[in-house]
């Protein structure tokens, strides 16, 4: 579909009030193939990101394609006028805002999962009631020194229940499972909870010293 100049304009001006993004991000594409017009805009960042004008069969509606949609990938809409596709086009601006400002977390997941070196002498038979005792008071220490490090405290009421959580999971798991939840918990709660760096570094310092070479080494 060919657009026309005020329609284009339009678009600028809504990419111009809309706060987040500015015009040099975006590239607005015209391809002529045999007087079969094609019209979109794309976001250069990433190109799958895009919104593109398809001619309908009736006067004065079109169709528009973009991604990423409200709840999914791609998404579409039926026959509409101008005025709809402007509205369109704003709340695509929105889940483009929303997409590229999340971050992957699963990818941070595994990158700090990779940093983080277990000592493998654990079986997966269940803690003997002595060992889920001691397990039970390491954690209560590391619950009363989270206050050495300077968290915020939904932050740290977030981490002591999910400890809480912990030690209740060691009743029932077997060693080698519980290991692996501990440390995976540990990684996406900080990663959740948006903490920094330098106190991520000192949660895992902390652990260390309380379990004393449990099951990281020094």
Known sequence: MKLLTSQKNSLFEIIQNFEFFSHNQFEIIE?????????????????GFNFRFLDSEYNNTLYVNYSPGYEQMTDCTSQIDWNQTLNVFINWLDYLQREVTSPNLWKQFKNEISEIKLLNNFNNQKFSFSEYNEISEKIDVLKNCLSEIPLILNQQNAIILRL??????????????????FVGTIISVVIQLN????????????????????????
């Open 195 to 218: 903490v920094t760096p330098e106190n991520t570094t000192a949660i895992w310092d902390l652990i260390k010293r309380v379990f004393n070479n449990y099951f990281l080494p020094k």
């Open 31 to 47: 391809d002529d193939v045999m007087g079969s017009y094609t019209t979109y805009i794309e976001y250069k960042a990433n190109k």
């Open 164 to 181: 809480d959580h912990l030690s209740e999971t060691a009743k029932d798991l077997g060693k080698f499972d519980w290991v692996n939840l």
